[in-house]
């Protein structure tokens, strides 16, 4: 099986986002990146080059693949900023309704900026997400 490639790294984090050119997108950062230290209260790590990642559990697949993931996490990109929202979205659909602006991936929430969402709503959605995984990654 080929090796994952997006892993925990020693990269600093305030440099990384430090790095991001677009003031708005770096502010919304620094934003989502308090909310996630307050609900995970882990320290961030970067996972690959442009991942900021919180915490960890390991996985494995019904094809036998496995490894550690973290808990929840976000990344700048071009186009949006993602937040990943490891349990998926399937039982969400209550928050999601009140959450304003969005799409999503198979679990990742795609924003074009923060002002967009309802950030109470966002830090339930984090939170409820973090739980799930804790519980059942026996966490």
């Known amino acids: 099986m080929t090796e994952l490639k997006t892993k925990a790294t020693d990269v600093n984090v305030d440099k990384f986002i430090q790095s991001i050119d677009d ?34 559990y390991h996985y494995k697949t ?6 550690d993931w973290y808990l929840t996490g976000f990344s700048p990109r071009k186009q949006n ?10 039982q969400y659909s209550e928050l999601l309704m009140k959450l ?4 999503t991936g198979k679990s990742c929430l795609y924003i074009k900026q923060l002002e967009d969402v309802n950030q109470k709503v966002l830090r339930q959605l984090i939170s409820e997400s973090v739980k799930f995984l804790k519980k059942y990654r026996n966490e």
Not at 26 to 48: F, H, N, Q, S
Not at 62 to 67: D, I, N, P
Not at 81 to 90: Q, R
Request: charged share 30%; with cysteine.
């Open 23 to 56: 003031k708005p997108k770096r502010e919304d950062c620094y934003a989502v990146l308090a909310i996630m230290k307050k609900i995970t209260k882990v320290e961030p790590k970067m996972w690959g080059s442009s991942i900021v990642g919180f915490g960890s």
């Open 62 to 67: 019904v094809s036998g693949r496995e490894g």
């Open 81 to 90: 900023l993602s937040i990943y929202i490891m349990a998926g979205f399937e």
């Open 100 to 103: 304003g602006k969005y799409k």
